[in-house]
C-alpha cells in the first residue's frame, strides 16, 4: 500500500469511495474545486487501485482540519485509514497551528469530533 498526492484522474474513484462511505455527499464538482483551491488532498493504493483518500486544510489560520476521510468498504481495516491520517498530520503539524480536527456532519449523521494538540512538527503536551 501506498500514499500519495492525489491528482485529477483519481476524481471518479475518489467520489465512488465518499458515495459508499457517507449518506452526505459532498458531490463531484465540490472534490474538483477543493483540489483546485490548493487543499491537502492524498490517497492510498493497493496495487496501483485507489482505496482510500484524506482531505485537510487550515482554518482560521491555527487550525488543521481533516474535511474528509474515507476508504473502500472492501479494503477497511488494513491500516489504509491510519496511513492516510498519520501521512495529513504530519504534513499538518509541520504548519504553525495549534490542534488539528476532524470534519463533522450536519444531518443526522452521527460524529466524535476529535482534536489533537500540536506545536510545529510534534505532538503537542496539553
Ligand atoms: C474510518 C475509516 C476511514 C477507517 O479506515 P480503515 O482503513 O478501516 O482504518 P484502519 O484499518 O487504519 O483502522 C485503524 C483502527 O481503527 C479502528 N477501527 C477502524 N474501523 C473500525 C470499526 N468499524 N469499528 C471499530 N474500530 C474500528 C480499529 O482500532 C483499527 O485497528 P485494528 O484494525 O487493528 O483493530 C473507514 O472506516 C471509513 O472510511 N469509514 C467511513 C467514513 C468515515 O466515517 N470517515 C471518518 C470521518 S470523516
Known amino acids: 500500500m501506498k500514499v ?3 491528482v485529477p484522474k483519481d476524481l ?5 469511495i465518499e458515495n ?6 459532498y458531490g463531484i464538482s465540490m472534490f474538483q474545486q477543493l483540489y483546485e483551491m490548493g487543499i491537502g488532498f ?10 482510500g483518500y484524506v482531505m485537510f486544510w487550515v482554518k482560521y489560520e491555527n487550525q488543521g482540519h481533516i474535511i474528509s476521510i474515507a476508504v473502500d468498504k472492501n479494503y477497511r481495516r488494513q491500516g489504509a485509514g491510519t496511513e492516510l491520517l498519520i501521512r495529513a498530520i504530519s504534513i499538518l503539524s509541520m504548519l504553525p497551528i495549534d490542534a488539528i480536527y476532524p470534519g463533522y456532519y450536519e444531518g443526522g ?14 505532538i503537542a503536551n496539553k
Open 42 to 51: 492524498l490517497v492510498a493504493e493497493k496495487n496501483d487501485y485507489v482505496i
Open 20 to 25: 459508499m462511505s457517507f449518506d452526505q455527499s
Open 12 to 16: 471518479k474513484r475518489v467520489f465512488e
Open 109 to 122: 449523521e452521527g460524529a466524535i469530533i476529535m482534536y489533537l494538540p500540536v506545536e510545529r512538527g510534534k
Open 4 to 6: 500519495r498526492k492525489f
